[in-house]
């Protein structure tokens, strides 16, 4: 078990199998007698170290195997029987080096926003029409794509067009991982094309930016009520055609940071409240969370992106099919699926990108 006890990474493993020994053993003695808060605590924290526990037991049972076969291979007369040994020896080798590299993931750090809700923000930037359009289509592929995928949508607020774009719109995702799925959506999304209103072919490019926050409970963010205020008003459709007679609609305006949530989409004026202050939540967590990044935070943004208003992140290049994510280099020539919402092997390369960046920053530690 000697290299063993010099790997780091193995080490550490074996540190937290320890601990959960250490709890498994504390909650059976526990039992129901135990204090329900700090039983459900020990119960939760054993919880998130079973897999890294189970994969310690994997790497510590195929390390015994090789061990013995090592050792049984030196002492075997038979070429033959010699031979199968160090075959053996060999592929628990291989098995070693996977299982090291899936250890390394499962010890990275993990986001602690992964398994929240979350609220997604589409506006129009620079193009005009054309943006609000390209906005549009925005909203509908992720429409699908949250379709597919089982994650339920709830519009906060909408501002639409009268040729059927989009200025602006909120909407609250909920289900499990919705923020892990989304989250590298963030930022500018830039779309090239010919518009129908184009009467000379000519190829235009127009933006819109596209914000996604992990939603925020009330324990994360505290909201004094001298430090907001809170007007009604009658909600409006496109165009400015009254949709609805009595001031259902809300607007808040939070002074200690200018920010400024709407919310229009419900008929009552309570749930359109409720809706307002569950985005300024999350706008507010964002927005401390942000001026208190970490230095490996920083360093996974720098891959994937920071989400910033001002940073282009993806263009959709119709004449060519194509849609290319600049944070990773990737193209694929497969832009009628993608803009319909089939765009999980661009979420896959993006997360896998953010693994392999975290793993070469343990490496730098």
Known sequence: MKIMEKDKVILKLKDIAARYNALSQKLAEGGASADPKAFAALAKEQSELEEPAQKYAEYEEVFRQMTAAE?????????????????????????????RDEIKIILLPKDKNDERDCIMEIRAGAGGEEAALFAYELYRMYINYCERHRLKIEEIDKSSTELG???????NISGRGAYKQLKFE???????????????????????TVAVLPEAEDVDVEIRDEDIRVDVY?????????????????????FPTGIVVTCQDERSQLKNKDKAFKVLRSRLYDYYNSRNQSEQDARRRSLVGRGDRSERIRTYNFPQGRVTDH???????????????????????LAVAERENALAGEGDE
């Open 71 to 99: 050792e049984a291979a030196l002492k075997e007369p038979d070429p033959e029987m010699k031979e199968l040994l160090e075959e053996e020896v060999y592929s628990c080798r291989q098995k070693l080096a996977a299982l």
């Open 165 to 171: 774009g989009i200025k602006e719109v909120v909407l």
């Open 186 to 208: 963030s930022g500018v999304h830039r779309v090239q094309r010919v518009p129908e209103t184009e009467s000379q072919g000519r190829i235009h490019t127009s933006t819109a």
């Open 234 to 254: 009658r909600s409006s459709g496109a165009g400015g055609q009254k949709v609805n007679k009595t001031e259902t609609a809300i607007r808040i305006t939070h």
């Open 327 to 349: 944070r990773i280099g990737l193209s694929l020539y497969s832009l009628d699926a993608f803009i319909m919402g089939d765009i999980d092997e661009m979420i896959q390369a």
